[in-house]
């Protein structure tokens, strides 16, 4: 597509439930990365991938969030018993591959705002 | 990993003026943007700058990839230019993108 996608663009949820966050990178770019902001704070990293690897999956804060990557195309972040420190915007990004001559200049999609109640 | 500091993390300008924002990071990058959150929350891309500089409109940004630091300069500032600015670096041989906490910039007419 044309820019990156993600989906929901807002969700709430009840504690203790299961979400899932959608990120559909720009078409061609290998690269894909997550990130949290909570309000008013910077941007947390969270999890990369490389096609459909993810070398660098340190920034995942526990064992309740999970993150795949399928067709080295959309990714789904899972985060499992939510709790409410889990609210923020989770913002997803693409590049191209990590060494490409072309460069790897990142571009976030619009995030998901996630509430949970 | 990689460490990556801003500053100011606050800057208060009348509009018309200019400024200078820095950021240093703690190794070799083979990526440097710069990026500014509108008040929306969205990431707008300004430069991607490895090293030397570039110039857009009012913007422009220099990186000296040897010392390990960053600069964007923001002339004849506007109301439309505030919100945060945010750093972001990766090593040469690692994986991520790593943000700086940002300066928050606050342009009143």
């Known amino acids: 597509g044309a820019g990156v996608s993600q989906s929901p663009s807002n969700k709430v949820t009840e504690k203790g439930k299961d979400v899932e966050l959608r990120c559909d990178p720009i078409?061609?770019?290998?690269?894909l990365y997550w990130y949290r902001q909570s309000l008013g704070q910077g941007l947390e990293f969270l999890i990369y991938?490389?096609?459909?690897?993810?070398?660098?999956k340190s920034g995942l804060p526990s064992d309740r969030f999970s993150a795949e990557r399928t067709g080295g195309s959309v990714s789904t972040l899972t985060i499992q018993r939510t709790q409410q420190e889990d609210s923020a915007v989770y913002l997803c990004?693409?590049?191209?591959?990590?060494?490409?001559?072309?460069?790897?200049?990142?571009?976030f999609g619009q995030g998901t705002r996630l509430t949970v109640v | 990993g990689i460490q990556v500091e801003q500053s100011p993390p606050d800057l208060i300008l009348q509009e018309g003026a200019n400024s200078t924002l820095r950021c240093n990071f703690s190794?070799?990058?083979?990526?440097l943007q710069w990026f500014h959150q509108n008040p929306w929350g969205q990431l707008i891309n300004l430069f991607y700058?490895?090293?030397g500089t570039k110039q857009n409109g009012r913007l422009s940004a220099t990186t000296v990839a040897t010392e390990r630091y960053s600069l964007l300069y923001i002339s004849s500032s506007q109301t439309t230019d505030s919100g945060v600015y945010f750093c972001?670096?990766?090593?040469?041989?690692?994986?991520?993108?790593?943000f700086g906490k940002g300066t928050t910039l606050s342009v009143s007419s």
């Open positions: 190794d070799s990058v083979n990526n």
């Open positions: 990004a693409s590049s191209l591959a990590i060494n490409h001559l072309k460069g790897t200049e990142a571009f």
């Open positions: 991938f490389q096609g459909n690897s993810a070398p660098d």
């Open positions: 078409s061609g770019h290998t690269a």
């Open positions: 700058i490895p090293s």
């Open positions: 972001a670096a990766r090593v040469r041989a690692g994986t991520a993108l790593i």
